[in-house]
Nanobody, 122 residues
Framework: QVQLAESGGGLVQAGGSLRLSCVVSGRPFDYLSMGWFRQAPGKEREFVIGRSWSGGTTYYAESVKGRFAMSRDNAKNTVYLQMNSLESEDTAVYYC???????????????WGQGTPVTVSS
């Protein structure tokens, strides 16, 4: 069973940056497609970014293009979400996701973390 543990959320001012981490256990990390979703208060969950395990495709939500980036460290079984130029609209609980398939888009991922909250103050 794959387990995902996010960390790094918190309070940041608009225009600032934050980096979220997600440590993965329970399955060889190299063959997991990884991504991030978020859910703002009173809104539906939305896809943020994802990368296929083959590394060939990274998919971004339009709202975060040019501001957010995703990276992974296979040696540490960790994926990161670097968030820059944060806006109040980015306030949400951020969820790390994983899937065995070689996917990168807004699909139904098999595994989900518990989420880490991010609050952007204006």
């Amino acid at each position: 069973q794959v387990q995902l543990a996010e960390s790094g959320g918190g309070l940041v001012q608009a225009g600032g940056s934050l980096r979220l981490s997600c440590v993965v256990s329970g399955r060889p990390f190299d063959y997991l497609s990884m991504g991030w979703f978020r859910q703002a208060p009173g809104k539906e969950r939305e896809f943020v970014i994802g990368r296929s395990w083959s590394g060939g495709t990274t998919y971004y939500a339009e709202s975060v293009k040019g501001r957010f980036a995703m990276s992974r460290d296979n040696a540490k079984n960790t994926v990161y979400l670097q968030m820059n130029s944060l806006e109040s609209e980015d306030t949400a609980v951020y969820y790390c996701v994983a899937d065995k398939e070689d996917i990168a888009g807004p699909y139904e991922y098999d595994y989900w973390g518990q989420g880490t909250p991010v609050t952007v103050s204006s």
